[in-house]
């Protein structure tokens, strides 16, 4: 090597990359502070661009910022003012008659409609199914019963026990001729679209799609970590389910994560709210097919079907409304009407959720409440499945207590329910948990119900989990190790992330 090399190597290299990682640092600094997002959020990655350097880079590119292929946002605006608005058919069932001008009714549904575009329907018949097993034996049912269609969505479908059995009661209803199609998201259930049930259950004629694609050639023109996470069923255009159980029987499920079962719920849903759901299914089917399905007419189900249904109390006659979120939708859609909703509370605010990681506006909220007199609950399982979620969320405990919020550990395994329960007057259900992924970076839905009689259905079923929970004890929280609390506040530092 002669010297001129030599000093290229030992001088003018070191050089130029300091300069290359100084203009990238500047440069990805300057994106970020323009991108205008939360406070936290930016910190968030002006951090680790600042004290990672080009680890810092690639991780901002990978998910820094909420990228979809120009394809599916051209499709999404496309099939938004096809599905995302009520069609002529649901105009007669929009509720306007609030009981007397209901304040807490009113807000919320103003709110919802002007966000996410969809009123509220009257008239709807509701079920809650609070154990795995009901769940199963009633959808099961639906699915051996259905003429038409099926149509299912979910975030992960797990093999095992009765997740095997709807696979099998969908490939008999392709068989006789129903309309079988089920949408999943690549990540979440990548395990089981690449398994011999799904092949079976092609061959069979069931239309099976993958939701979001993610691989290494996709990470050059979307965020991979932006996953659809809804949960739905759609039979027969008369027949729907919502919630949080995902297509696993939990006895099956992440058994050896020494969190115990996983704890769901799901609702049962008839009647004009079907159209709702049956479009948010439609509007996610044309993101990944193009193909469109049209609406289906909303019928009343079949009476003289045998009836094999468990047991369950029936709330009819019930205002619904779906709040469909996600990247590409209304930014703030759902962070919006979480603020309100718990600004609304005048009495009391129950909330379930498996991931708590509240943004500083979620958690101020909940604060301001207990302050002004409302039973604030906030019930979460005392064991997590992910370690980072465990810490941040605890470094929100302290005070929030202090503020009066009750922080409640349930040990009855993993409570994956995502509820919200306000002065027994009105129950929000559905797949959004109180962290930033939630918030900012899934598809979601949520199903805002008014009705008294749901929400004490749902209050006393939060009552259930409480049976079953420690409320956590702020003086012995905080005699906890220094080491504890930095690893939780270097945590909560990242959850803008999370």
């Not at 205008?36 to 661009?49: D, E, G, N, Q, V």
């Not at 094999?308 to 709040?323: E, F, H, I, S």
Request: aromatic fraction near 10%; proline fraction near 5%.
């Amino acid at each position: 090597m002669n010297t001129q090399d030599s000093f290229f190597l030992a001088t003018l290299l070191p050089s130029l990359i300091l300069l290359a990682d100084l203009c990238i640092r500047i440069g990805l600094s300057l994106r970020v502070v323009m991108q205008k997002r939360s406070y936290s959020t930016t910190m968030a990655w002006l951090l680790i661009i600042v004290f990672l350097p080009f680890i810092g880079y690639v991780l901002y590119m990978l998910f820094g910022e909420n990228r979809l292929p120009e394809r599916r946002l051209k499709r999404m605006r496309q099939s938004r003012d096809l599905y995302l608005r009520t069609p002529d058919k649901l105009l007669p069932f929009v509720e306007e008659d609030w009981h007397g001008g209901n304040l807490l009714y009113t807000s919320l549904h103003r709110l919802a409609q002007h966000t996410f575009g969809m009123p509220a329907l009257r008239d709807n018949i509701l079920q809650l199914h609070n154990k795995p097993a009901d769940f199963f034996k009633a959808l099961i049912h639906d699915i051996d019963q259905a003429q038409l269609s099926c149509y299912l969505q979910f975030y992960i479908w797990s093999k095992g026990g009765q997740a095997d059995a709807v696979v099998e009661a969908l490939i008999r209803a392709a068989q006789r001729g129903v309309d079988c199609r089920v949408l999943l998201d690549d990540i979440g259930s990548r395990p089981f679209l690449r398994s011999r049930a799904v092949r079976i259950m092609r061959r069979a004629g069931v239309r099976v799609e993958k939701s979001l694609p993610g691989s290494l050639i996709w990470v050059l023109f979307t965020r991979l970590d932006i996953r659809n996470h809804r949960k739905l069923v759609l039979i027969d255009d008369s027949i729907a389910y919502s919630g949080s159980q995902n297509m696993a029987d939990p006895a099956y499920f992440k058994t050896d994560a020494g969190v115990g079962e996983w704890i769901d719920i799901m609702v049962r849903l008839q009647g004009p709210v079907v159209g709702e759901l049956q479009a948010v299914f439609a509007h996610d089917w044309f993101q990944e097919t193009g193909e469109l399905i049209p609406f289906g007419e909303i019928r009343e189900p079949d009476k003289d079907r045998p009836d094999t249904l468990p047991a369950k109390p029936m709330v009819k006659q019930a205002p619904v409304q779906l709040a469909p979120s996600g990247p590409g939708l209304v930014p703030n859609a759902i962070h919006s009407l979480l603020l309100t909703t718990i600004y609304s509370a005048r009495s009391q605010l129950i909330m379930t959720t498996p991931y708590f990681i509240p943004d500083d506006g979620v958690a101020e909220a909940l604060q301001a409440a207990a302050l002004r007199g409302v039973e604030v609950c906030v019930i979460v399982p005392a064991k997590c499945d992910s370690r980072l979620v465990h810490y941040a969320s605890r470094a929100r405990f302290e005070e929030l207590a202090r503020a009066g919020v009750r922080i409640c550990l349930f040990a009855g395994g993993l409570l994956h329910a995502k509820t919200i329960c306000v002065d027994q007057q009105v129950a929000l259900i559905g797949s959004v948990n109180l962290d930033m992924r939630s918030f900012w970076l899934n598809f979601e839905a949520t199903l805002i119900i008014y009705s008294a009689d749901f929400a004490r259905l749902l209050a006393d079923e939060q009552q259930r989990y409480l049976e079953h929970a420690s409320e956590l004890d702020q003086e012995a929280f905080r005699q906890r190790s220094w080491w504890q609390r930095f690893k939780e506040n270097l945590c909560l530092l990242v959850s803008p992330l999370l």
